[in-house]
């Protein structure tokens, strides 16, 4: 066994913010997530992401930013501030990766890897989940499994990503320096204007996010530049109090490469539905 593959990297207790607080109606504000019963406004899963990034670095190298995946399934919403530390274990076909609070109790776990990774921790989940039965879905009951949008402009700014790096878990040089982009802007990217895309059709119900995957494939992606997003839908699901929708974005540069893939696993709260009345 090599050294790489004997690593174990755990981080210090950080305290992510819940950046989207001020959004009302949504999962991370206080009034909508208390009535849902979260214990406060949710702190974004994919802010979680960046803490493991210093171990995947130290495992994989820089090389990480331009091949490198990382796969997260949440278990436990944490609200502002709340402490977490991220740990990094090595393997020989992925990393296993870790969050906990003080406590002890599991906020997400996941794989990561220098490499796309059939067996990602969010492919895995998405293989096991059965398809939502005919007439099953409420909220999400205009959406279909195959639909697709293309040619979707997606751009991050400089001055977004210098002004987030105050308050992120791990304002790391490469991101100031050279303007790549951390794994949560990754999903800022093909989230903030894709969404409305590929869910707009799911109405007024408050979502969360149940898993995510980040893979570069030809990086590292930087802010100030542009990119084009396509989308895909995966699987439509549901739980006894959830519907939930899987689906990926790819993102191309100027040259139609494809440089990265995001995966979505959105939950929709059916207590947070008229329709579900």
């Not at 639909?147 to 490469?174: C, F, M, Y």
């Not at 109405?203 to 990119?227: I, M, N, R």
């Amino acid at each position: 066994m090599s050294v790489a593959d004997a690593m174990v990297w755990t981080s210090e207790f950080r305290s992510p913010r819940n950046s989207a607080a001020e959004v009302k109606g949504s999962i991370h504000d206080d009034a909508t997530a208390s009535r849902l019963g979260f214990r406060g406004g949710t702190v974004a899963g994919s802010i979680h992401m960046d803490q493991f990034v210093p171990g995947l670095l130290k495992l994989y190298g820089d090389g990480w930013f331009e091949t490198g995946g990382l796969s997260l399934y949440f278990t436990k919403a944490t609200t502002d501030s709340e402490p977490v530390k991220a740990t990094v274990e090595a393997g020989a076909d992925r990393a296993r990766l870790t969050m906990h609070d003080v406590p002890g109790d599991q906020i997400c776990e996941g794989t990561a890897s220098l490499g796309p990774d059939a067996r990602s921790e969010l492919a895995k989940r998405l293989e096991a989940q059965a398809p939502a039965t005919p007439g099953a879905l409420r909220i999400l009951k205009d959406l279909a499994v195959g639909e697709e949008h293309r040619d979707i402009p997606v751009r991050i700014e400089a001055d977004q990503l210098l002004k987030s790096l105050e308050t992120l878990t791990e304002p790391l040089p490469a991101y100031r320096d050279d303007l790549i982009l951390p794994p949560s802007h990754l999903v800022r990217l093909t989230h903030q204007d894709v969404r409305r895309h590929v869910v707009g059709k799911a109405g007024s119900s408050v979502g969360l996010f149940g898993a995510l995957e980040t893979q570069h494939l030809a990086g590292p992606l930087k802010a100030g530049v542009d990119y084009v997003a396509r989308t895909r839908m995966l699987k439509l699901t549901e739980s006894p109090k959830t519907e939930n929708a899987w689906y990926e974005v790819l993102v191309a540069d100027g040259a139609g490469r494809d440089v990265a893939r995001v995966v979505y696993y959105l939950r929709f709260m059916k207590a947070s539905s008229p329709l579900w009345a």
